[in-house]
Structure formats: structure tokens, C-alpha cells
């Protein structure tokens, strides 16, 4: 049985970073795809950050800059480092796993088309 359990989440102010963790268990994640998906009261689920098992890197218009993802194989845990917080930030952030890339990029966003496995997800909130 996949479990992701995102911890790392909280209160913060408008500049000030955080970093989320994602520990996977019940599975060997080192070839699987990896995505961080977010979820603001009243819209839709976006993705804000992919890595695949090639190590490349995807990352919404909206956080390029700002956020990376990064992943520590011996610990099974991967990890979005959020720096420059703004109040738009506020979201719960949601940890995604697949053996494939089913995400598609587009507009300068990231959209799910498929992600297989999702854990519970950690709400960050961003105060101006």
C-alpha cells in the first residue's frame, strides 16, 4: 500500500520560507514522478512543482523562481523549498506519485492528468 504524508505546512509571513516534506512509504519511489499540487479555498487543484525519475524539474509560471523541489532518495522523502512567500501561496499543498509523468504543462501552468497516488496534504497560510 503507496502512503505520502506531507508535513512542513504553517503560518508564515508575506517573504518568509518554508519547506515541505513528502515521506513515501510502502514503495521504492526513486524511479516514479513526483509533483506538488496545491489547493486554494474555492478554485481547482494546480500543480506547482514536478520532478521526474530523470531528475528534470517543472515548475508553474506562477511559483519559477521562488520554489524548488528536490528529492532525498535514502530517506524516501521529497521536498518543496518555498521561498518568497506571497498571501496568493495560501493553499493546501497536496504530495503526488505516479510511475509516470501524468501531468501536462500548459499556459504556464501544470495540470493533473492522472497522478496516481495523493497524500492527505498540509495547509500553508501566507499573512501580508
Known amino acids: 500500500q503507496v502512503h505520502l504524508t506531507e508535513s512542513g505546512g504553517g503560518s508564515v509571513q508575506a517573504g518568509g520560507s518554508l519547506r515541505l516534506s513528502c515521506s513515501a512509504s510502502g514503495y521504492t519511489y526513486n524511479n516514479w514522478c513526483m509533483g506538488w499540487f496545491r489547493q486554494a479555498p474555492g478554485q481547482e487543484r494546480e500543480g506547482v512543482a514536478a520532478l521526474d525519475s530523470d531528475g528534470s524539474t517543472t515548475f508553474a509560471d506562477s511559483v519559477k523562481g521562488r520554489f524548488t523541489i528536490s528529492r532525498d532518495n535514502a530517506k524516501n522523502t521529497v521536498y518543496l523549498q518555498m521561498n518568497s512567500l506571497k498571501p496568493e501561496d495560501t493553499a493546501t499543498y497536496y504530495c503526488?506519485?505516479?510511475?509516470?509523468?501524468?501531468?501536462?504543462?500548459?499556459?504556464?501552468?501544470?495540470?493533473?492528468?492522472?497522478?496516481?497516488?495523493w497524500g492527505n496534504g498540509t495547509l500553508v497560510t501566507i499573512s501580508s
Open positions: 503526488a506519485a505516479d510511475r509516470l509523468p501524468d501531468y501536462t504543462m500548459g499556459g504556464g501552468r501544470i495540470y493533473n492528468s492522472g497522478m496516481d497516488f
